[in-house]
């Protein structure tokens, strides 16, 4: 039987999120329903809200969350009920190229990308309302009763539970703050892996990061973790250098309007520039800063240096999460230290603005509170 459920929902782009109460479907086969005990607010999910990327509408925000197994599906063997799980925002097909040389985290097919579950079905529905029901007409016409309503990534983790492929839901070692939990779905595990999976920092190497958000934040956790011998942590705001050194930077830099101050900057911290850039931001300006700061024509050439993209930190979820949750455990990555506003599901408008002023290292929606 479908349950009811709040959920952060994006109707139109560029239109302020609403907390809709939506109809969730019964986990079928392969499938477990979570109920959500947190949730980060990431720069996605900002990107999404305000139209700068393309996604399509109406649809359940957020992509990086955890929550307890309550039903499993027909079939599931793992996770079982009253496990703690982290939620992977990327399923892979199982059967494309990538996947089958198990390269996951490079699958074109994903149902991530098309906010559905792996049939195509959509996990939410509009629900019957008093006066507004009725079943939704051909066209699907928003507000009528039925109408599917998509999960972003296929996981939406803005809603009070989600039902979700069960390989989606990967346990965690018992004592994970679910804050903690939820940030290893995204950030953590995107800038931890770009360092120690993609780029396979070694010991004693030098290493930039530019952009100090979750991502970033997670970027210098992982040279620490690599030993790395210089961690310069770069960003427009004093207060994300503040929040990168508390995690292990080793020196700042407060990044301004002349790229070559920074780069200058740099390269005097670093013996002439660092061995490794990592660029958290994802725009063309930081990226080309990037490029500069470490790789000129010449001697990138003559120094055989490489430019690499890194999705999702090369994340093989079901091995990755446990593994670094465990280091959360043991304290040798401090991701609680990114967590500095637990919110309510009502309050996500207000995250998002206070993002967009720049505050705030990681804003964590808390389902209890
Ligand atoms: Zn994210
Ligand atoms: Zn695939």
Redesign the pocket.
Known sequence: MAISVRGALLETVGQPVVIADLDLIEPRDGEVRVRMLASGVCHSDLHVRDGEWDRPTPIVMGHEGAGIVEVVGPGVTSPRVGELVSLSWLI?????R??RRGH?WA????PSYRHMLLDGTAPFTRPAAPGLGGEADEAGQPGRAGTPVRAYCAISTMAEAVVVPAAAAIPLPDGTDPGVAALIGCCVTTGVGAVLKTAAVPAGASVAVIGLGGVGLSCVMGAVIAEASRIVAIDRIETKLVAARAVGATDTILGGDDASTTIEALRDLTDGGPDFVFEAIGRTETAELGARAAFDVYPFVDGSRRILGSNYGFAEPAIDFPRYAAWTLDGRLPVERLIDRRIRLDDVEDAFAAMRRGEYTRQVIDFDG
């Open positions: 892979p097909c199982g059967v494309c990538s996947c996951v699958c074109p097919d994903s």
